[in-house]
């Protein structure tokens, strides 16, 4: 089967086209390296052992996205490719929506002419909004976002719902990830975030490499057992597995399914801050901040549904997690 791989240098697309090469899928890789280096490519190469077609291309080139589906055997797509700084959307909403929202759609309309009409899209946790309690389940009501980055996402679960009620030979699985940390055990690839990070485990292991100084923990006044907020971080690998289930769930017929992948279990930021020293062996200067505008005080998944019907399960604990991004760090002190 030949899959179709957007936004495949990035962080979770380039370890899941790690795990795809690796089941025997051909992966024909789409990044335009907005967020991503032709490095990543290099390394997926040298873990996996195999190879991959890459096309430099966005998904708002019609025409580019047009050439990929004439000349490759294309069964589905699996898309990751988008925006995701959550302070950036705020700051420049309009590129969002016409990048994720605006890019989505023109790849869903060179999908459906070229007859490909499988596809896994990269949802968030987010889409629960801010009045959902956890643990959050697949049928609590989605909106209610609290940024641009957000609304994206939700529109997008939209537009493809919309896109199998008018057409059910589609098939669709909307994929709402938790929060993804770790890396490659092989310390080749992980997150490799441009400028200061706004997601806590980069950060985290930015300060314990001494690129910056000291932790801004966002709020200790939280209804949580430490006042720091609470969330399902889950192994990036883990994640990258659950999209292999998701694809052959598209690959298998028709329909529309919507599945969590998180591991059910909630972490404080000083959990994780601790979980963190203990397996790097560094200490992690932080001060406690006032909270960062959206943010809640709890997100963390019921992923039972997955279990149940895609067969798959998170395996990694918050310390294989923690020792995972350490050695990304360490190995690549200066990302790729
Ligand atoms: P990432 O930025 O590392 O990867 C996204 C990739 O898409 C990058 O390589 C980037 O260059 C590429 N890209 C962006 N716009 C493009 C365009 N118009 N055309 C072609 N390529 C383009 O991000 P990631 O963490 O790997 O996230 C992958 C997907 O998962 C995103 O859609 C993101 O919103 C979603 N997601 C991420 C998280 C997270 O915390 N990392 C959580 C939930 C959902
Ligand atoms: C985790 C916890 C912060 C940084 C975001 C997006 C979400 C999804 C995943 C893409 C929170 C605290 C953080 C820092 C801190 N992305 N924190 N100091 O906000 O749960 O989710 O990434 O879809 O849509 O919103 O992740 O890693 O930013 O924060 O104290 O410097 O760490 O307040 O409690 P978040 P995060």
Redesign the pocket.
Known sequence: MAILV??G?????SHTCIELIQKGYEVII???????KPEALNRIRKISGGDFTFCE????DRAGLDKIFAENKVDAVIH?????AVSESCRKPLEYYE?NVG?TVTLCEAMRDAGVKKIVF???ATVYGSNNPSPLREDMPAGGTTNPYGTTKFYIENILKDVYAADNEWSIVLLR?F??IGAHESGLIGEDPNGIPN?LMPYITQVAIGKLDCLNVFGNDYPTPDGTGVRDYIHVVDLAKGHLCAVDKALSGTGLNIYNLGTSKGYSVLDVIKAFEKASGKKVNYRFAPRRSGDVAVCYSDPTKAKKELGWEAAFDIEQMCRDSWNWQEKNPKGL
């Open positions: 957007t936004g240098a990035g962080y979770i697309g789409l990044d335009n390296f907005y967020n991503s291309c966005d998904i708002r990751f490719a988008g925006l995701k990048n890019g990269s949802s968030s990830y929060n993804p997601n």
